[in-house]
């Protein structure tokens, strides 16, 4: 069979997505942008053209925008992987940066060191602080050679699919955009996107499938979908969500709750009370920080967002 090539977003994904990066910062850094940041999400963009993964990163932003503007809720949990990208182009309140602190009547721009600082060194005025020091997780690959994910999982509640099917139908124009179920053909799992001048009925007669309202879907292993060069976005609808009615609500609770966690220096103390030596106590807490899911070295910073998430499944 020959390969197909998938289908592709018609208009260039990593342009526009610099375009949304630079106008998020200007408005998250009101009296600049920290030349840390420019850098970092500069180097982000690179690994995520260098992927391939764009048009990943162009549905996740959509599929962000169509749920804020509704008012409704969308997560895509650790998929995220704690870039600053998608910290700008989605709905969550969680900066991965290192813990800093802001000014945003100067812009004055400095690491966390001590907690106690509320005026700015340069301005005088009240200083904020930001970052939740989150680690950034890649789906493949080590700290040293990371690999951009290929898609995201997303799950939301009541009233959001339908949304989300258009919001693929405009950005794939004259593509098929076909429904997902799963095998035992019980429920929908997702979307996919056939290649150019394909049709699931006359190209793919093998993955046709009826969901139970009869209409026309995908039915396959993901392997086997994905190697014919149909895209798929996994999207679930997951009820816990329908019991999220703000959006805002719920992240300050995850804020709350973040902001209660162990630190690096609560864990140390524990460890020592166990009986390690320093040098273990250290080497533990040292051991934890890039583990998805671990801890992060702050006060303020806290854990891995896999996590939070998880709470919420
Ligand atoms: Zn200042």
Redesign the pocket.
């Known amino acids: 069979m020959n390969i197909i090539e998938k289908a592709k977003i018609n208009d260039n994904s990593i342009v526009y997505l610099k375009k949304l990066c630079e106008q998020k910062l200007d408005e998250y850094y009101t009296a600049g942008v920290p030349g840390v940041v420019v850098s970092r999400v500069k180097d982000e963009l690179v690994k995520i053209k260098a992927a391939n993964s764009e048009d990943v990163y162009r549905i996740y932003y959509e599929f962000n925008k169509v749920a804020a503007d509704n008012g409704l809720f969308i997560s895509s949990r650790a998929d995220t992987g704690n870039l600053m990208v998608t910290f700008l182009l989605g709905n969550s309140p969680f900066d991965p940066m290192q813990p800093y602190y802001y000014?945003e009547?100067?812009?004055?721009y400095e690491d966390f060191v001590e907690i106690d600082i509320v005026k700015?060194s340069?301005?005088?005025?009240h200083?904020e602080m930001r970052g939740y020091g989150l680690p950034e997780i890649f789906e493949f690959g080590s700290n040293d050679n990371p690999r951009i994910r290929r898609r995201f999982e997303f799950h939301f509640g009541d009233g959001l699919r339908t949304l989300l099917k258009e919001v693929l139908q405009s950005l794939y124009l004259g593509y098929e955009v076909v429904d997902v179920i799963s095998p035992d053909k019980s429920r929908k799992v997702g979307f996919s996107v056939l290649p150019e001048g394909q049709i699931l009925l006359r190209d793919y007669p093998e993955l046709v499938a009826y969901d139970m309202d009869g209409n026309i879907a995908i039915c396959g292993d993901d392997s086997d979908i994905e190697e014919k060069g149909i895209i798929l976005i996994p999207a679930i609808e997951n009820f816990v969500y329908n019991t999220v009615k703000k959006p805002s609500n719920h992240y300050i609770q995850l804020k709350n709750y973040v902001n209660q966690i162990k630190t690096k220096e609560s864990i140390f103390e524990e460890k020592l009370k166990e009986g390690f030596s320093s040098d273990e106590a250290y080497d533990f807490v040292k051991s934890k920080i890039y583990e998805p899911g671990g801890f992060v070295p702050s006060k303020i910073g806290v854990l891995h967002n896999k996590w939070i998430w998880s709470l919420n499944r």
């Open positions: 000014c009547e100067c812009g004055h700015c340069i301005c005088g005025k200083i």
